[in-house]
């Protein structure tokens, strides 16, 4: 289970790298409602990895004490897109529904991307047959 804890720090830090870099773009460029789009969708993928990272060690320890199995998050989740979804809609000048939608879904392709990068370097280190 320590792996999968420094995966979980691993990918939150590369989402707020990737934050910063969507502030940076808001700031220094002038599609800045992209950028918001991306900034407000983002914050809000970061906040249901939060969810699922937590619920994930509930998960463990319930099935480690074999008691009942609690849910995952997912209305909570939903609901935080919802949520991004509405604000974007409310403000289509600041942000640009769009992006905002991608900046939803950053957090799982930063998860397929560091999953596959911690593959290969597993393959390649001959640890994994």
Request: charged share 20%.
């Amino acid at each position: 289970m320590p792996e999968l804890q420094h995966s979980i720090k691993r990918q939150r830090k590369y989402l707020i790298y990737l934050l910063a870099i969507f502030v940076l773009g808001w700031g220094f460029t002038s599609a800045q409602s992209i950028y918001a789009g991306l900034i407000l969708g983002t914050t809000l993928s970061l906040y249901n990895h939060w969810i699922i990272s937590r619920r994930i060690e509930r998960f463990r320890k319930a099935v480690e004490e074999g008691r009942k199995i609690p849910s995952l998050g997912t209305i909570l989740r939903m609901g935080s897109a919802a949520l991004a979804a509405m604000i974007a809609l409310q403000y289509p000048d600041q942000f640009n529904l769009v992006s905002t939608v991608c900046g939803l879904m950053t957090a799982y392709v930063v998860i397929m991307i560091d999953f596959g990068i911690q593959h290969f370097i597993k393959r390649t280190n001959g640890k994994e047959r």
